[in-house]
């Protein structure tokens, strides 16, 4: 009984919901991922006529950034950094 706290299963996150700290960010704007949760309903919503939704259960999850390490020119020196796409696309980078 003792020792169900300490196994560690493969889904386990080691964060607190809106605890999480990144070391991983967008080289322009900063973007990281952030934590939140899936959480689980069940029943009929009332706008659908039933008496409302039941909460199951709230797991948490990671909702990362999409992130790119790509090589790019800035003040003129050339580094690999990780950029997202977001800014990749919107034509920040210098290559
Ligand atoms: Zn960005």
Known sequence: MSNASTVKRPGD????QGDHKPN???FYC???SVSGGVITHRGI???SGGIGLKLVKTNLRL???NLQKIKLKHNGV???EWVCTGC?????VTK
Request: hydrophobic share 35%; charged share 40%.
């Open 13 to 16: 996150v080691k964060f607190k």
């Open 24 to 26: 991983k960010r967008c």
């Open 30 to 32: 900063g973007k990281h």
């Open 45 to 47: 919503a009332k706008k």
């Open 63 to 65: 909702f990362k950034a």
């Open 78 to 80: 050339v580094s690999s």
């Open 88 to 92: 990749i696309r919107s034509g920040l």
